[in-house]
């Protein structure tokens, strides 16, 4: 047996060390990988010009995710000139800071929509969330009939923004007290339009001053 | 220690019925979204009968519910085995199969209901990430206090990796389902964008390494050399393997994010990793293979041998596969498209699936008390019809793969993209119909597969198994390398 072995037969023969050894070597890429991200994310949130999710958006959000189109869908255009002259400027960290999860999403059975808003109008996103094929006859999307009766829940959609307000993300008081208005009657079509329409809004980042 | 003392395979048995049960129920539900992308009418405008509810449904259902049974019960049969011990803390083992099983049923009804996180491989809601940090950290506790009381004092190769398994899928989970809950049904992650992204993915990427390779290497370093019949090829090699593999996959998680917002630095990192990582892959699979030197005769004659010795050539076929893709260029064009999907089942049906396939019939004989499984023919069958619905699978999907990556940035010599996004998803189309029939080529040998282990189950049902003594007096302690797992 080579010289080495010994110090292995050490961990080999004791189950104590044997789980301890393996829980430091697992933990080291994770550790150097993700620490300095956590570190980098303070100053990517404090000067980015993308405001939070105003209640409806972010109920909009939550039917996407409930949905799956994160499945089909991705939201995270690469630094890749076919990407860019297709779906327009690249996707950066600051546009996602207040995706909570993110949706990058890691196939496309269909186009990304990280700057689908202002694209078509209102009207074609309800008629093709109905009946995609009825727009595009090729497509093989889901048809999603039911949000058009589903009213959405403002109490519930409040205690939704409190609680990424408790994560840090910033809501005014105002903003919050509006909810529940800005949710009468809204079904969960319309948050669900409300918020593609709002995806990569280029110009409210250019509008933000800083 | 009385003369008497017995294995445990009760809570063996139970767990071989579940991955029988959820990988027929699960690979129907792969074939079922399979047949959806190809014709869209079979969502029938119903919420939980959607792709984007049930496809969640198909990989917990494979992943956590097929190999997550399969895994526990062959760790459980394995660590007595390879001890010559008891299991320690039978009830404690009990409460893992029941308490498994209820998570299993809670997040394939609860994710078609729309309950989800939508972090892919981990969809489930925070009420059930608690119930598994739970079971898990029994599941640790019951392997470890096996361990423990073993009566050989080298711990067996295999037990490593399960219990790097175990613990680095602890870690993972954990970190990965940190959340503030808003009730019982949602939460929030902590994490946001970017850092929420490379938690994902160090989560997603750690699972394919410790839930999908680790744990199952630990399952063909039992079973491959049982059913050689001789001892591993290179004991000392599998050292070097298993550190390498452990400590080199936790930092390739950003190869799933290349070219998106993810700095630089992590994502060349995650690239030089991937690529590192051949070397311990390709390690564990001639490792494997190897030991079959000098028995080929042998596998030529025994199905589950055969399951085997594909399933190890499937694993070093996804992993030089995935290395390649991690490279930047590659990924370029493979991201985002069918080809990543040809890598997962190459991954998933060629290696995951056909080793535990193989360990199954390797094992369900032995404990179910019988001297072999009820129909060999019926071994065959399941062979060929899963060999034959893999390759459709990963060669249709592979094309697709390309063929769509290179559509999409195909360009004219004024350099605008030729193909408006639809053609590329027509083009696509007569491959799902393809991989769809090969799917349904798997379900039918998993069907076969359930069959076989009902009849070869019927002692076993009718009570008439009489335990497996634990062999007394105790091995040369000294043995080195460790033995070749007893005989059961
Ligand atoms: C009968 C055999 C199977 C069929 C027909 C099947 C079908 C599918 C389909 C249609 C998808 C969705 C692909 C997409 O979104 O474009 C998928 C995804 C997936 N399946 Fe399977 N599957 C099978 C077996 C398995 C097995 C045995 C495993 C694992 C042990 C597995 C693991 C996965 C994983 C991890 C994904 C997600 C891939 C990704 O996100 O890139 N599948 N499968
Ligand atoms: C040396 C070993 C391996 C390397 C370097 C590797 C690398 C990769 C790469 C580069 C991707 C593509 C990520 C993307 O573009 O989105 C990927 C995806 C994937 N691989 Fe592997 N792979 C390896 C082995 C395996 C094995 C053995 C399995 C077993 C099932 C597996 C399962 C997966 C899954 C499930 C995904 C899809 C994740 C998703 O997008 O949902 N990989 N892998």
Redesign the pocket.
Known sequence: MAKGYKYFEAIEKHAGKLAIFTAIMVSIGGLAEITPLFVEAHSITASAGVKPYDPLRLAGKDIYVREGCY??HTQMIRSLRAETQRYGAYSVSSESVYDRPHQWG??R?GPDLARLGGKYSDEWQRLHLLDPRAVVPQSNMPAYPWLADEPIDSKDSVARVRAVQLLGDPYSAEKIAAAPAALEGMTAMDALVAYLQGLGLPAEVAEDPT | MPQTETYNDQVVRLFLLAAAIWGVL??AI??F??AQ?AWPALNFDTPWLTFGRL?PD??FG??FA??GSALMGTCYYVAQRTGHTRLALPRLANFTFWGWQLICVLAMVTMPLGLTQSK??AEPEWLIDLLVAVVWVSFGVVFFATLARRRIKHIYVANWYYGAFIIAVGLLHIVNNIVMPVSLTKSYPVYSGTVDAMVQWWYGHNAVAFF?TAGFLGMMYYFVPRQAQQPLWSYRFSIVNFWALISVYMWAGSHHLMYTALPDWVQSVGMAFSILLLMPSWGSAANGLLTFNGAWKRVASDPAAKFMVIALVFYAAATTEGSLMAVKTVNSLSHYT?W??AH??SG??GW??MITIGSLYAMAPRALGRPAMHSRRGMEWHFWLHVT?LVM?VASMWTAGVTAGLMWRATDSSGTLIHPFIDSLIAVRPFYLI??L??LL??AGMVVMAWNLWHTAADARARLIKPIPVPIPEPEPRQMPAPVPARA
């Open positions: 499945l089909c890691s196939k059975t | 699960g690979m792969g074939v979204v399979a992308l496809r198909h990989t494979v992943i097929f190999g892919e491989y999908l069918d990543t999907v997962v089942h998933a049906i995951v699936a619905g699978y991989r769809f090969g799917g798997i379900v």
